[in-house]
């Protein structure tokens, strides 16, 4: 399959060159600031926190002691991760062919580096999802060692990303699901259900009690399960879920349209129960991706699953076009021209809730595209020696994917890489030179007041973050805890966005979660008065003897 490799390591190697050197977003920010903390002999929860756990800070901080440029190197690792998840993903494909693996891994490396799935930066997903498919296929092997290789999988996949836990309710229904097809017994499953907890727990349990050795036990289990069970409540953005929705179009529809062929199937008992695995990982992972912003890099967590369910459905889909030749009917005219209708609306939707000025643009480019996937189509076919063999369905059907991909992938492009400056040409030096002026006037700890934190000065510059919750306040115990560790520490510096800082006054209301944000904002103007503006920030400094 020499075709296959060439076109795998063009997208495992080409798309992380245009974003390596990419300014430095929220996320990665935030992990790579209490990364170095910890080099510099912080304590993880203790002092200085975010609400991940523990593994993504602890590796920043390995890069922190090993290398010049940690971002750099962060980012490069989460690139070859996503290479080495797509080699697993083509693994698991390979249970159903090797077409099917083929085409399930490079839907996955296509999907990953689309620029709304953040992909291209230093996250938690990309780990936690490698973990996560290397400890499905050691549970599809159904040995004894392969299950605690899955129970350990999933402990390390927990360990960069809590939301692994609820991949659990996945194993549960498929073991239910074996259970109705009389695949397994229940002191089958309940043996291996032993196996798979037992070495989940061992790695949980050997870093909660290196967390008790530290004293920080307590803290770690408030701020990575029990503050964001009971008071994460992010904002829900209708644009970027569309966005999200179009960037992978044709996976989301041949993924969804397999598993709601899988779920049909069901009560016949005549199901791939493997196939159900994937169903059901599918539509449990993306609920995380559905829940929350504009789903982005959340969504990862179910594209393994999405890229192999698309690939069995495109070889079904083909099979089925093959079997049944016969002309499009009136109705199915009518069908596909509704189709791709729907598709400019969206399409067109998308931008225009963007701030997408361009939308002739936008026209012709999705006129070029349906040009060129009839085009691509043809040559594609032309070069395989099979332009006599097919009939009208399976021209259209050809024509139509095709079409589906280049949408997806000029309409992602051209919406999020214009709206969000990824794909605009600035580079890390910007981010870098922006903070020289704030070095010169913040000279010592300080707290940035988000939405959006930026920890630019904390990254490139000689001044340190305060010792309290990293991110915006989004709960009111969160926000008591904040005022209370600048109160501690006598914080002497507070930056706060331009936009946020209205006829002289912090707006409260500015950004998300501004309830919690009120009682941080009113402690702030109470200790702190603006003393400088530099690069966007407003820099406030403690006034001591202020509220005397």
Not at 18 to 34: A, N, W
């Amino acid at each position: 399959m020499p075709a296959f490799y060439t076109v795998f390591i063009a997208l495992a190697v080409i798309p992380p060159l245009f974003y390596l050197r990419q300014p430095l977003v929220h996320d990665e920010m935030t992990y790579l600031v209490i990364g170095r903390e910890i080099a510099s002999g912080g304590t993880l929860y203790a002092g200085i926190a975010d609400h991940k756990t523990p593994a993504v800070y602890y590796l920043t901080a390995l890069l922190w002691e090993t290398v010049p440029e940690p971002y750099l190197a962060g980012r490069i690792l989460v690139y070859a991760i996503h290479a080495v998840t797509a080699l697993l993903v083509f693994r698991l494909g390979s249970l159903w062919g090797r077409p099917v693996a083929a085409v399930g891994s490079l839907a996955y490396l296509f999907g990953v580096y689309a620029p709304v799935f953040d992909g291209f930066n230093l996250m938690t997903e990309p780990f936690a999802v490698l973990f996560l498919t290397a400890a499905v296929l050691w549970l599809f092997a159904e040995r004894r060692v392969t299950d605690l290789l899955a129970g350990l999988s999933l402990a390390f996949g927990v360990l960069f990303n809590q939301t692994v836990l609820l991949f659990g309710l996945v194993i549960i229904g498929w073991s239910l699901a074996r259970l109705y097809a009389g695949e397994t017994d229940l002191p089958t499953i309940a043996v291996r259900y032993g196996r798979v907890g037992t070495a989940f727990l061992t790695p949980l349990g050997a870093v909660a009690l290196f967390m008790a050795s530290r004293g920080t036990l307590d803290a770690t289990l408030w701020y990575t399960f029990l503050l964001p069970l009971h008071h994460y409540d992010p904002p829900y953005f209708l644009d970027g879920q569309l966005l999200s929705a179009a960037s992978y179009l044709p996976v989301w529809l041949l993924a969804g349209g397999t598993a709601l062929y899988v779920f049909r199937s069901i009560p016949s008992r005549s199901f791939d129960t493997r196939l159900a695995f994937l169903s059901l990982w599918l539509v449990i992972m993306s609920i995380p991706g559905l829940q929350a912003f504009h789903g982005g890099h959340r969504y990862i967590f179910a594209m393994p699953a999405a890229a192999v369910l698309a690939s069995v459905g495109l070889r079904r889909l083909f099979h089925f076009l093959a079997d049944r030749p016969r002309p499009f009917s009136r109705l199915e005219w009518a069908g596909l021209a509704f189709a791709v209708a729907v598709s400019e609306a969206i399409l067109t939707l998308v931008a225009a809730n963007s701030g997408y000025q361009y939308l002739f643009l936008l026209e012709f480019g999705f006129a070029l595209m349906l040009v060129g996937a009839i085009v691509l189509s043809y040559v594609m076919v032309r070069w395989a020696g099979s332009t006599g063999q097919l009939d009208t369905r399976q021209w259209v059907a050809l024509v139509a994917g095709v079409f589906l991909v280049l949408s997806a992938l000029g309409g992602t492009v051209a919406v999020d890489g214009v709206r969000e400056i990824r794909l605009s040409g600035d580079h890390i030096e910007t981010q870098s030179a922006s903070t020289e002026e704030l070095n010169e006037v913040v000279d010592g700890r300080f707290y940035s007041l988000g939405p959006p934190t930026r920890y630019e000065l904390a990254y490139f510059g000689e001044a340190r973050p305060a010792r309290t919750f990293i991110t915006p306040p989004y709960g009111e115990p969160l926000a008591d805890r904040v005022v209370t560790d600048l109160e501690r520490d006598e914080v002497p510096y507070v930056l706060v966005r331009r936009q946020q800082v209205v006829d002289g006054h912090i707006d409260p209301t500015h950004g998300y979660y501004p309830d919690a944000r009120e009682p941080v904002v009113m402690y702030i103007e109470t200790n702190y008065e603006p003393v400088a503006e530099h690069n966007g920030y407003v820099v406030y400094e403690r006034v001591p003897d202020r509220r005397d």
